[in-house]
DNA sequence: CTGTTAGCGCATTCAG
DNA sequence: CTGAATGCGCTAACAG
């Protein structure tokens, strides 16, 4: 044809909005530039941030990701992961699965590319992408033994989870590194949100020798403690101290700002789909590991303990 | 082949982990069981509330869905509704779009499914989901004249958006219909954030003659101008009421704990998904509309006006 | 370097 | 009712 008619041609393509059919390319190049993204919960605000970091790094390649919520439900967990195969993605990304190792990679195909975040790899194929939980904890409380605090008390949350077993050995180890004695009775178990906090801080509070400074598995925990306080006349922080972790929104929010241990939700996610990307680019590459830092935030919740003074 | 055979067969296909491939099936059926979801932000916690509603109510349908960030940048935009209709998604969910009317429909091709959310749908053949943001707005105006403010401040977001201009007509029409004066330096633009709440509500607070109120466009400006007050030193509700929009959950944990207007987040989300399901399932149904209620949740930031005490 | 063809893995159609 | 052929729209390998 003609070099002009050829011109019109394209031109009048493009008017018309053709885009070529990713599914018919998909099916022949073996690629979808699509990945799977399981996630406990978007409106968990840890995982929010998470989420906007992967879809950045996402996007920034030309992938886009299917979000999947599975509320930390093994079944739904395994459903999604069987969906995502099945639809081809390049490559999935999972957080804080809660799945036994022998569910975890029997769910998943051998060739496909995996990035755990929270979760130490389970095989030998796969990245991950780890919060520093136990240095976080781990300074969490030095700074309230630095406070002069030797009564610390733990908010923990729902013992299945890889960040509250990780977080709670910071705490323990903290303690024995430094020599001070660990009473059972001030570790409590709730569940990870404000009205969990709230319970696991009564308990704390109500006993014959409370302690003098709290830590939280997470903030939205330490939100909780921050009313039980309230709500039982100690005032934080001269006569309590109050430590949470994670560092979202409403840690500075609330009132007295918390002191807490920020975790680089944005970041984490980037770093994940970063790695999965050099996974899906090279094949034989060295398999992806990092370790993403945590900082202490003082802000108002945390002072100098009062019997100490 | 044996019947005997033939289980073996498909007891060891099971085992071995096949899946049909969703690619070739959507392929040759045209229907790839995924939508797309074109969001401004996921961190914002009101679109993050919708996310998970249709995210739940797509998998409940057996979709899944594909999530987009879009900044409120129209090329973003346009890149993933290009993206997504490439990808052969059956249908799309947009929220809160500021593309122009023009641009939006010609993005999309004329065939796909659509729903709008928070947004009067282009042409006729898209669903709509709209938040009454404005009784919501009125809700807010009237509650704080029933305490007998007269001179209310209004902090206004961005007002290229939708909900902003019906939140706004909302204020406005309210105070028309009572018969308040409406002085316009009490109307006041900034970004729709914590930060912008505080920077807005300090104008307000240094005007010569300020007001004895103030409704916020969201509830992030709330948070803002709570701060601001604490900075000025009015007490709230005592010396100055603010009321939020949209009862996230930071509304509730700030003190003094805010009043707000609650717009169902998730239920939008879900009855996005749900109006998406019924184009796709039946093209010749009448195009669902809905229109999400809003409801006064009354708490600890508004009080009486001082001078009319 | 351009133009043609086979095949990706399904669903659907048609013949047996 | 079961089994073989066709095509979905594209890319890749191939031939001209």
Redesign the interface.
């Given at each position: 044809m003609s070099p002009e008619t050829r011109k019109r041609v394209l031109r009048i393509i493009e008017e018309m909005?053709y885009?070529?059919?990713?599914?018919?390319r998909?099916?022949a190049t073996r690629e979808?530039k699509?990945i799977g993204l399981v996630i406990p919960?978007?409106?968990n605000?840890y995982f929010?941030?998470i989420?906007?970091g992967v879809?950045?790094a996402a996007?920034q390649r030309g992938y886009?990701?299917?979000?999947?919520?599975s509320d930390e439900k093994p079944e739904k967990e395994i459903t999604y992961l069987?969906?995502?195969?099945?639809?081809?993605v390049d490559g999935i990304i999972v957080c804080s699965s809660r799945l036994e190792d022998e569910r975890l990679s029997?769910?998943l195909?051998r060739s496909k590319r995996v990035v755990l975040v929270n979760r130490e790899p389970v095989n030998t194929q796969m990245g991950s992408v780890m919060v520093d939980n136990q240095g976080g904890a781990a300074a969490a409380v030095s700074h309230l033994i630095d406070l002069g605090h030797a009564r610390i008390g733990y908010l923990n949350g729902r013992p299945t989870s890889n960040s509250t077993n990780a977080r709670l050995s910071g705490y323990k180890e903290t303690l024995r590194r430094i020599g001070l004695a660990q009473d059972p009775e001030l570790v409590v178990d709730d569940s990870p949100d404000?009205n969990g906090g709230h319970r696991a801080a009564i308990r704390l509070l109500r006993l014959k020798k409370p302690p003098t400074a709290m830590l939280c598995f997470n903030d939205l925990m330490a939100?909780g403690a921050l009313r039980a306080c309230l709500s039982l006349g100690r005032a934080v922080p001269d006569q309590m101290s109050v430590v949470g972790l994670d560092g979202i929104?409403?840690s500075e929010?609330?009132?007295p700002p918390l002191t807490t241990i920020r975790v680089p939700q944005y970041d984490t996610g980037r770093q994940a789909m970063e790695a999965l990307a050099k996974l899906l680019a090279d094949e034989s590459l060295t398999l992806p590991k990092v370790v993403v830092p945590t900082e202490l935030v003082v802000r108002s919740s945390t002072g100098p303990c009062p019997n100490h003074a």
């Open positions: 909005g885009q070529t059919n990713a599914l018919a998909g099916l979808t699509t919960d978007i409106m605000p929010t941030g989420t906007r879809e950045d996007n886009n990701v299917i979000l999947c919520n069987r969906l995502l195969q099945s639809k081809q029997s769910s195909s404000i939100v929104q409403v929010v609330v009132t």
